[in-house]
Nanobody, 115 residues
Framework: QVQLVESGGGLVQAGGSLRLSCAASGSIFSINAMGWYRQAPGKQRELVATHTSGGITNYADSVKGRFTISRDNAKNTVYLQMNSLKPEDTAVYYC?????????WGQGRQGTVSS
C-alpha cells in the first residue's frame, strides 16, 4: 500500500503562483510514475503533469510553460509549481502514484484562481 498526503494549494489571483506537494509513504519501493491530475466542477479528471522514476516528465498542453513538476526521491515527494495561473486552472488537484500497475490517489487539494 502507498499513502499519499498532499499539501499546498489555496486561493490566488490570476497571474499568481501556487505550489503543491505530495508525500508518499508506506510501500514506496518501486513506485514508477507520480503525477498530478485535476478536476474542475462539472468536468472529468484530467492529467496535468507526470514524472517517471527515470526522470521523464509530461505535461498537458494547457499547462506547458507555466507548470513544473519535480520529484525529490530522497523525500519521496513530488511537487507541482504552478505559475501564471488562470481562472480556468481552478480545480481540485490530485496526486497519483503508480506501482505495479496499480494507481494510488491522494485526497485532493483545492486550487482557486480568481480573475
Amino acid at each position: 500500500q502507498v499513502q499519499l498526503v498532499e499539501s499546498g494549494g489555496g486561493l490566488v489571483q490570476a497571474g499568481g503562483s501556487l505550489r503543491l506537494s505530495c508525500a508518499a509513504s508506506g510501500s514506496i519501493f518501486s513506485i514508477n510514475a507520480m503525477g498530478w491530475y485535476r478536476q474542475a466542477p462539472g468536468k472529468q479528471r484530467e492529467l496535468v503533469a507526470t514524472h517517471t522514476s527515470g526522470g521523464i516528465t509530461n505535461y498537458a498542453d494547457s499547462v506547458k510553460g507555466r507548470f513544473t513538476i519535480s520529484r525529490d526521491n530522497a523525500k519521496n515527494t513530488v511537487y507541482l509549481q504552478m505559475n501564471s495561473l488562470k481562472p480556468e486552472d481552478t480545480a481540485v488537484y490530485y496526486c497519483k502514484a503508480v506501482k505495479a500497475n496499480r494507481a494510488y490517489w491522494g485526497q485532493g487539494r483545492q486550487g482557486t484562481v480568481s480573475s
